[in-house]
């Protein structure tokens, strides 16, 4: 398998196939084994940092990578903490595209 953070996100279109679980299983390990995935539906991840200005800046950077590859996590900042959820919404569900994206988030801790 290629390295996932060196491919660029493409766009989806509605009523493309999710992964399956097996597909998920292997992509995960293409990634941190920080990243859980939920209900085979969402990656999630949560970086702690030592103040508000840190996982700000973190987010910022995140913020910047989302725009890049076109493809947007839900992001919850707090005092410190950094919550980021990943899965393509317009097919409910996780592509490879979310993958994509947590190999790229990864490469900045």
Not at 3 to 24: H, W
Not at 34 to 50: G, P, Y
Request: aromatic residues 10%; proline residues 4%; charged residues 30%.
């Amino acid at each position: 398998m290629s390295n996932l953070a060196d491919k660029k996100c493409i766009p989806c279109s509605i009523g493309a196939p999710t992964l399956y679980p097996e597909e998920i299983e292997e992509l995960k390990g293409s990634i941190s084994q920080e990243w859980q995935v939920l209900d085979n539906k969402k990656l999630e991840r949560t970086f702690k940092f030592k103040n508000f200005k840190e996982a700000l800046d973190f987010t910022n950077k995140v913020g910047n990578i989302a725009e890049e590859e076109g493809h947007h996590p839900d992001i919850f900042l707090s005092w410190g903490k950094v919550i980021i959820t990943l899965w393509t919404h317009k097919i409910g569900g996780l592509h490879e595209n979310d993958f994509i994206l947590a190999a790229k988030i990864d490469k900045l801790i």
